[in-house]
């Protein structure tokens, strides 16, 4: 379902395109691989006075991390295509090497703003390794799921709102984890 209509006119200002796509590799890794591209619908002149057209990325960068299936990080790599700075931007790119050895499942994200906060890092691919995550457990569910371990708990269950213990998703599909909700008790009005 969309978005309900604006309720003002408008017109467009600012785009941004994240892409992610993972890749089973033969070696037995995974390489999930993201993309971030900002550009403006309009127009405008530079600082040097050279026009940026509107659809023309100022911002296009990639990062590719290759991990295991236990989420750990075994190599990463990022590129840029456009930066605004040009060199002052991208000569931080050898730093995200520094991704190595973390887990994109154990505190990931908490760990790229203490590593790559404020001026240790670049602001847009920090923000892009940040989806990392979620789009490598999208990429290796259907290999957990047919080697999964019936006694074992599954890791989405409460990971968000559908996956809770006493949700409706969780009584479907893994009925032996599910904990009815719990009933608030009135006591008698005295």
Known sequence: MPLPAPKSPRKPMHNRSIQVHSFEREDGLWDIEAELIDSKSYDFTKRDGSVRKALEPFHHMHIRV???????????????????????????????????GMNLLKFFRQQLKE??????????????????????????????????????????????????????????????WYVAPSKDVESPAG
């Not at 002052?88 to 790119?93: V, W």
């Not at 404020?118 to 990429?139: D, K, N």
Request: charged share 25%; proline share 5%; hydrophobic share 30%.
């Open 115 to 176: 590593r790559f906060g404020r001026t240790s890092g670049c602001t847009h691919m920090t923000e892009l390794a940040a989806v990392l995550p979620t789009a490598a457990v999208q990429s290796m569910t259907s290999k957990r799921k047919s080697g999964s371990n019936a006694d074992r708990r599954p890791f989405q269950l409460d990971g968000c709102h559908a996956w809770r213990l006493d949700g409706e998703v969780t009584k479907e599909h893994y009925p032996q």
């Open 66 to 100: 290759t991990i295991d299936t236990s989420y750990t990080i075994h190599d990463a790599v990022v590129a840029y295509d456009a930066a605004p700075f040009g060199p002052n931007c991208t000569s931080i790119a050898d730093e995200y090497r520094d991704l190595i």
